[in-house]
């Protein structure tokens, strides 16, 4: 019975994943057609004007087939049942329709944020495709969890699958922590280009354009979907303000202050981007030397808290026997139970140890 579990989470893992690059797919073809309709509009507006004098000589036209429509809707009002009773399954079809929609809208006010989580998190992770990734993320999950299932038992592949998960999920999180570091170590940089240009006598908006294909990436590609926000019409500082909420780099946020005050009150924003630019080298220099004195603290953290979790999902996978005579004890359950709660407390105080 735990082995048709396994498998039936395995198959739900390709489902899930199937369903995400599908609803990936669904969005990119919405916003085609959303884009196609806009441009429809506006051309639709340029020959509206054309045309007013038209709509002015059918305008008799129009009254007089109000009015017909007028006498029909008199006439409709006589008409048989038989009509109403053709149009019962209509009406049933679109009642069906309308709730099929409801539920439709319902299960993606769910799963929505979920995705959307996903995809900010392996956009901050520099992961390119990130439907593709998930993908084969979800088809590789499911294959070790049929593994896990045949060569041990239910519960085995069920703690590996929730091992591999949590390894993927701190591995996403560990390469959207470094591609923000590296993000705050290019702006100083990219600043003095920027100051560069307003020296000479570049605008703010063009010193930003110009000066962003010349910095390295990451953020070379948050500078190029800034400039992209910028030629749609976007506000430069409201750019900048998209830029911090989605790679969650506050020193974004600052300089969006900054650039947004420059604009509307005017003043030396040259000078305010060195000084910032200068504070963000001393900031950069002041946390490098707390990282080398805290390295011994972080290193005991980790070791302290995979430790424990790395030697439980061994001894599950290959003595499964030793671990199901503790867990079908209702004593040696309650210990497990017990030991699961103090990892985790055990591991929240390492991390809030490492942080100060």
């Known amino acids: 019975m735990v082995s048709v579990l396994c498998y039936l989470a395995a198959f739900a893992l390709i489902c899930v994943a199937g369903a995400l690059l599908l609803w990936q797919r669904a969005g990119q ?20 004007a054309t045309m007013q004098g038209g709509t002015m000589r059918d305008g008799a036209a129009q009254s007089g087939s109000m009015q017909s429509m007028a006498m029909g809707g008199a006439m409709s009002g006589a008409m048989p049942d ?9 009406a049933q079809a679109a009642q069906r329709a309308r709730e099929t929609n409801a539920f439709q809208r319902r299960l993606s006010l769910l799963v929505a944020p979920v995705i959307e989580y996903g995809g900010r998190l392996a956009h901050r992770a520099g992961v390119r ?18 593994v896990a299932a045949i060569r041990t038992n239910g519960i085995g592949a069920t703690a590996l699958l929730i091992f591999a998960v949590l390894i993927l999920r701190l591995w996403l999180w560990n390469r959207a922590v470094h591609q923000q570091r590296r993000i705050v170590r290019q702006l100083p940089g990219f600043l003095d280009g920027v100051v560069r240009l307003i020296t000479i006598g570049s605008s703010l908006p063009a010193a930003f354009q110009s000066a962003g ?35 969650r780099v506050q020193e974004f946020m600052l300089v969006s202050a900054v650039v947004r005050l420059s604009v509307k009150y005017g003043g030396r924003a040259d000078l305010v981007l060195e000084r910032m630019a200068t504070f963000m080298r ?8 707390l990282v080398a004195l805290s390295s011994e603290t972080r290193l005991s953290a980790w070791i302290l808290a995979l430790l424990p979790i790395c030697i439980g999902s061994f001894i599950i996978f290959t003595n499964p026997g030793y671990f199901l005579g503790m ?27 490492a942080k100060l």
């Open 29 to 48: 073809t919405q916003r085609r057609v959303t884009t196609a309709r806009f441009v429809d509009r506006q051309i639709g507006g340029m020959h509206g």
């Open 82 to 90: 038989a009509l109403s009773q053709r149009r019962g399954p209509q």
């Open 129 to 146: 495709d990130i439907g593709r990734f998930y993908l084969f993320s979800a088809l590789g999950l499911a294959a070790l969890t049929l």
């Open 213 to 247: 294909p010349a910095s390295d990436a990451p953020l070379r590609g948050c500078l190029e979907r800034a400039s992209r926000m910028m030629r749609a019409g976007v506000e430069i500082d409201k750019a900048l303000y998209q830029l911090s909420e989605l790679y």
């Open 282 to 289: 001393d900031r950069e220099m002041a946390e490098r030397e």
């Open 327 to 353: 867990w079908n004890d209702p004593a040696g359950r309650h210990l497990l139970y017990g030991a699961a709660a103090l990892q985790v407390i055990g591991v929240f105080m390492l991390f809030r140890l």
